[in-house]
């Protein structure tokens, strides 16, 4: 306690010296400046690139519907990734048409949704941390550099990791503060909307549902089951397209064969990028040349290479355990092989970042576990998924606002408030 109060003081004098924490409508304002700013800098809506996204939209907008075509000719309905940001792109080019001017809206409409960001992590902290803590965490949101390149991307990120901390956010109000069934059909709404973004969506909701159902009791079975179904009606009509389409239960999409391969291989390195089908592994070719040219051979392709991944696992555990070291630096320190997780503006401030989230998490004590418990979860399933799969500076940047939370825990210094008040109590 003795060591905790010390370090509250230390940051007293520090912000004192300073003089007060501004409001979120200064920070807000920073934030938007930023994000318009680096649009302005970067100019990217001049020569956007869409990714693998750009042939989906092409044939939304062409009226062929979610499809694409194989190396056939033939063309046939995709799972291959979730469908909300395609339809999405689709819209938006279709009303302004593909051209530099809608590329330039739908950036600023991501940079929209990145203040919105910093307002969701401030909500999210003001109920965990209190105010102190809370404009700490909207301003190295605000600032962060990650965050503020972002919205140059054409990536459904800008939407989903809004959604995933809304829908921490309206959990921890309804657990802390509310008990309101409007905050829970609201994390419903957003959980479902989320799904339709990412495709390990489901298995937050599953590891939501069981906090909600443990936070509770036996009382709080049925908001959990509230909380699930409503996410599951706004997820349904994808999942029942799929099922139609392929006569399988997909939930959103089919491609975790791929990105299961991917990181577990011969050839695997832990990154995303290299060229992991240039040429195509003797092994690949012969399962992809006995699959049939039809509609479902993508999905075929899927569970071939997820088969081929699990053979490598089972039969290379110690290459495999290497490569888990390498996919965990990578995700928390450096990756070589990716244009944007060497560029120093990037790594450096990620490892700052995490440094000082252990400290505020050595801060936040006991509540870390049951306050953060939702924080707690979002962070180790994004690990585990780069484990599992491989890492990308993506898949770190999701969990940054759960991770900045903790963060703003070491200026609270445990609430810094609360921690005058104690100082107060000992005097």
Request: hydrophobic content about 50%.
């Amino acid at each position: 306690m003795a060591e905790s109060i010390r370090t509250g003081s230390i940051w007293c004098k520090i912000t004192s010296a300073y003089g007060h924490w501004p409001g979120i409508g200064p920070v807000l304002i920073v934030a938007a400046m930023l994000r318009l700013g680096v649009i302005a800098l970067i100019r990217s809506y001049l020569h956007p690139e869409t990714w693998e996204f750009g042939p989906l939209v092409a044939s939304i907008n062409a009226g062929l519907g979610y499809t694409i075509v194989l190396r056939n000719g033939m063309r046939v309905p995709s799972a291959y990734m979730p469908p909300a940001y395609p339809y999405l792109l689709a819209w938006v080019l279709r009303l302004g048409g593909d051209r530099p001017a809608t590329y330039l809206l739908i950036e600023i409409i991501q940079a929209g949704f990145g203040v919105l960001l910093v307002y969701v992590v401030y909500r999210v902290a003001l109920v965990l941390i209190g105010e102190r803590g809370a404009i700490a965490a909207a301003c190295i949101t605000a600032i962060y550099p990650a965050q503020i390149y972002m919205c140059n991307e054409f990536h459904g990120i800008n939407i989903y990791i809004v959604l995933g901390i809304g829908v921490v956010l309206f959990l921890v109000r309804y657990l802390e503060e509310t008990q309101s069934w409007k905050d829970l059909i609201a994390a419903g709404l957003c959980m479902g909307l989320l799904m339709l973004f990412r495709a390990e969506a489901p298995a937050l909701l599953l590891l939501y549902a069981i906090i909600l159902a443990l936070r509770g009791g036996r009382k709080a079975i049925g908001p959990a089951i509230v909380f699930v179904l409503v996410a599951t009606v706004c997820l349904a009509p994808w999942t029942v397209r799929n099922y139609r389409e392929f006569n399988k239960f997909i939930p959103v999409c089919a491609s975790g064969g791929v990105n299961l391969w991917i990181g577990n291989n011969p050839r695997a390195t832990g990154s995303q990028h290299y060229s992991f089908f240039d040429p195509i592994p003797p092994d690949v070719k012969k399962a992809f040349d006995q699959i049939p040219l039809d509609k479902n051979e993508p999905i075929a392709k899927d569970n071939a290479l997820r088969q081929l991944a699990v053979s490598f696992i089972r039969t290379h555990p110690r290459q495999d355990a290497v490569l888990v070291l390498k996919k965990l630096f990578i995700f928390f320190v450096y990756d070589p092989s990716h244009e944007k997780g060497r560029n120093l503006a990037y790594w450096l401030p990620s490892v700052l970042l995490t440094v000082l989230a252990i400290w505020g998490a050595v801060l936040r004590g006991r509540k870390l576990i049951r306050e953060d418990i939702f924080l707690i979860v979002s962070i180790l399933l994004s690990i585990t998924v780069s484990i599992v799969v491989f890492a990308l500076p993506r898949y770190k940047i999701v969990i940054d606002p759960f991770i900045i939370i903790l963060v703003a825990n070491v200026f609270a210094a445990n609430g810094l408030g609360n921690l005058q008040r104690s100082e107060g109590k000992v005097a």
